[in-house]
């Protein structure tokens, strides 16, 4: 496709957000999910760290407030841990027992 057809842009595209402005649409049942298997933030680290993931307690808590991005390898990781499903984790379903 030839490149005159698409407008040039000016402005970075802005980062998506949840429809309540939010980073991430997890963070809450992080909270939760991460309470019911009775760790800490730094616990949880440790845990994703002894799976190969580089997320340290900082990551964790960033992504609890809201104030971080989170990949889809982070994703893999957090539902790999926690052993949950990704749909348990995002939209917290199957969480009854909170």
């Given at each position: 496709?030839?490149?005159?057809?698409?407008?040039?842009?000016?402005?970075?595209?802005?980062?998506?957000r949840?429809?309540?402005?939010?980073?991430?649409?997890i963070?809450?049942?992080?909270?939760?999910?991460?309470?019911?298997?009775?760790f800490?933030?730094?616990?949880?680290?440790?845990?994703?760290?002894?799976?190969?993931?580089?997320?340290?307690?900082?990551?964790?808590?960033?992504?609890?407030t809201?104030?971080?991005?989170?990949?889809?390898?982070?994703?893999?990781?957090?539902?790999?841990?926690?052993?949950?499903?990704?749909d348990?984790?995002?939209?917290?379903?199957?969480?009854?027992?909170?």
């Open positions: 496709m030839r490149q005159d057809h698409f407008p040039e842009r000016k402005e970075p595209m802005p980062k998506p949840s429809k309540t402005g939010e980073k991430n649409l963070s809450k049942n992080l909270v939760a999910l991460r309470k019911r298997n009775h800490s933030q730094r616990l949880l680290a440790y845990h994703l760290q002894l799976n190969g993931y580089d997320m340290d307690k900082n990551v964790i808590t960033r992504i609890e809201n104030k971080r991005y989170v990949t889809d390898i982070e994703l893999k990781a957090l539902c790999e841990v926690l052993n949950v499903t990704y348990e984790l995002i939209d917290g379903k199957n969480n009854s027992s909170f």
